[in-house]
C-alpha cells in the first residue's frame, strides 16, 4: 500500500511539473511574440506592410491575409470596424499570405497597388469580386487586372511592379515570417503580438479591448 501511495505521489508530482512547465515554456513564448511585435521591424512588422488607421496607436492587429480566402472576405470589414470604433487607438497591418491557388497573383497586384497609395481599394474590389478570380474549384487570376480597372489603378506601371523582383521579395518575406510564426491558414491574427488562440470574432473583439485596456488603462466607471 505505502508502495502504491509513492507511486501515485510521483506520477502526481510528474503530471504537475509537466503543467507547470508547459505554462511556463507558454508564457515565456507569448512574452518573446509580445516583444518581437513591438520593434519597427521584426516578423510582425515590415516597412512595406500595409497600415490602416493612425500610426500611433499602442494596439496593432496583424493579420496574415490570403485575398483568395472566403473567411478573410468576411473579417475584413469586420476588422475595419473594431479599428475605426476604437478612435485612434488601434491600428491595422496586414501581411501577404497567399495559401490558395491564384493568391500570388493577387497578391502582387496588391502591393503594385500599395506603390500607388491604393492598396485598400484594390484589396477591397479584389475580395469583393473573389468568386470570379479566386474560386476555389475555377481559380482565375488573369482576370484580376479587368477588376482592378475600376480603382484608378495605373495599369502599366502596375504590371511592372507586379512582376518586379522587389515585389516578389516582400511577398516572399511575409511568406516567411507566416512560417516563422507558424501561420497555417488565413486570416490569422496577432494583437500586439498575442496570437488569437480561439478564432471568432468575438473572441478578437476581447483580444482587442484588453490590449486596448491594458496599453491606455480601463475607463472609468460613472458614478
Not at 90 to 108: C, E, I, K, N, S
Request: aromatic fraction near 8%; charged fraction near 25%.
Amino acid at each position: 500500500m505505502k508502495r502504491q501511495r509513492v507511486m501515485v505521489g510521483s506520477a502526481v508530482a510528474l503530471l504537475l511539473a509537466f503543467v507547470i512547465s508547459a505554462f511556463a515554456y507558454s508564457w515565456l513564448q507569448e512574452k518573446r511574440l509580445v516583444e518581437a511585435a513591438a520593434k519597427s521591424d521584426s516578423v510582425f512588422n515590415r516597412p512595406h506592410s500595409p497600415i490602416y488607421g493612425p500610426a500611433a496607436a499602442k494596439v496593432r492587429i496583424v493579420e496574415f491575409l490570403d485575398p483568395a480566402c472566403e473567411t478573410c472576405r468576411a473579417f475584413y470589414p469586420l476588422v475595419k470596424d473594431i479599428v475605426d470604433s476604437h478612435q485612434g487607438r488601434v491600428q491595422l497591418v496586414v501581411r501577404y499570405t497567399p495559401f490558395h491557388a491564384g493568391a500570388d497573383a493577387a497578391v502582387a497586384v496588391m502591393e503594385a497597388a500599395r506603390l500607388q497609395g491604393l492598396f485598400w481599394p484594390v484589396t477591397q474590389r479584389l475580395l469583393l469580386e473573389q468568386n470570379t478570380w479566386g474560386a476555389d474549384h475555377n481559380p482565375r487570376p488573369d482576370l484580376i487586372w479587368a477588376i482592378v480597372a475600376r480603382t484608378g489603378l495605373d495599369l502599366s506601371k502596375a504590371r511592372e511592379d507586379a512582376a518586379s523582383a522587389s515585389v516578389r521579395s516582400r511577398v516572399e518575406q511575409d511568406l516567411a515570417d507566416a512560417k516563422a510564426l507558424d501561420v497555417t491558414r488565413t486570416p490569422g491574427f496577432f494583437v500586439n503580438g498575442r496570437p488569437l488562440k480561439r478564432f471568432s470574432e468575438d473572441e478578437l473583439n476581447a483580444l482587442v479591448r484588453e490590449e486596448v485596456d491594458r496599453a491606455y488603462g480601463k475607463p472609468e466607471l460613472a458614478p
